[in-house]
């Protein structure tokens, strides 16, 4: 059985860094690309950030690049996202999610329960 | 960016009834070269994450009921319920997987009338 679960979220000020975690098992980790996405309070879905099975390739919505970094380790089977600068509209659930292929199609078959992170003063 | 805006933003219908939803894309998502549309479909109930439901705009996720099924091509979609049970009731919404980045529909909450 496929499994996501994430970890890490939480409060943070502004300005301030949180390392999100997603231990993922029942497939193998290494051959699927994997993706963040975030969900504001009340509102709708937003891609943050894929990385391939591989993990030579990363992509970043314009929102976070340069603030967030995605990463991986096969070995541990485990997702991270490394979010800086936090401001208030990062504020949401962060999902992970498997995509279908290794190369990131873009679509995706099994989600995690999501971690909540709120960035206030 | 490709904007994805879907209609209804809110839908109430009867139990047994057909369920509509609409998804129009800013641009095609309609790829020449494999005559593939790059369109997907997910359901989020309350306080769950999103379930894929359909891919590749029409195809079924294996376990989704028959009930569901898209359609639709370039750039307007449907997604149909064509029975609405009460375990429907969730937020639907379409994402496209054409380019980077993915982006998704407002979303449409389905409703028990």
């Known amino acids: 059985e496929v499994q996501l679960v994430e970890s890490g979220g939480g409060l943070v000020q502004p300005g301030g860094s949180l390392k999100l975690s997603c231990a993922a098992s029942?497939?193998?980790?290494?051959?699927?690309?994997v993706t963040w996405v975030r969900q504001a309070p009340g509102k709708g879905l937003e891609w943050v950030s894929s990385?391939?099975?591989?993990?030579?390739?990363?992509y970043y919505a314009d929102s976070v690049k340069g603030r967030f970094t995605i990463s991986r380790d096969s070995s541990k089977s485990t997702l991270y996202l490394q979010m800086n600068s936090l401001r208030a509209e990062d504020t949401a659930v962060y999902y992970c999610?498997?995509?279908?292929?290794?190369?990131?199609?873009?679509?995706?078959?099994?989600w995690g329960q999501g971690t909540l992170v709120t960035v206030s003063s | 960016d490709i904007v994805m805006t879907q209609s209804p933003d809110s839908l109430a219908v009867s139990l047994g009834e057909r369920a509509t939803i609409n998804c129009k894309s800013s641009?095609?998502?309609?790829?020449?070269?494999?005559?593939?549309?790059?369109l997907t479909w997910y359901q989020q109930k309350p306080g769950q994450p999103p379930k894929l439901l359909i891919y590749?705009?029409?195809t079924r996720q294996s376990g989704v009921p028959d009930r569901f099924s898209g359609s639709g091509s370039g750039t307007d979609f449907t997604l149909t319920i064509s029975s609405l049970q009460a375990e429907d009731v969730a937020v639907y919404y379409c994402?496209?997987?054409?380019?980077?980045?993915?982006?998704f529909g407002q979303g449409t909450k389905l409703e028990i009338k």
């Open positions: 999610a498997k995509d279908v292929e290794s190369g990131s199609q873009g679509f995706f078959d099994y």
């Open positions: 029942g497939f193998t980790f290494s051959n699927f690309a």
């Open positions: 990385i391939t099975g591989s993990g030579d390739t990363t």
């Open positions: 994402q496209q997987y054409y380019n980077l980045p993915y982006t």
């Open positions: 641009q095609s998502v309609l790829y020449s070269s494999n005559n593939m549309n790059y």
């Open positions: 590749w705009a029409s």
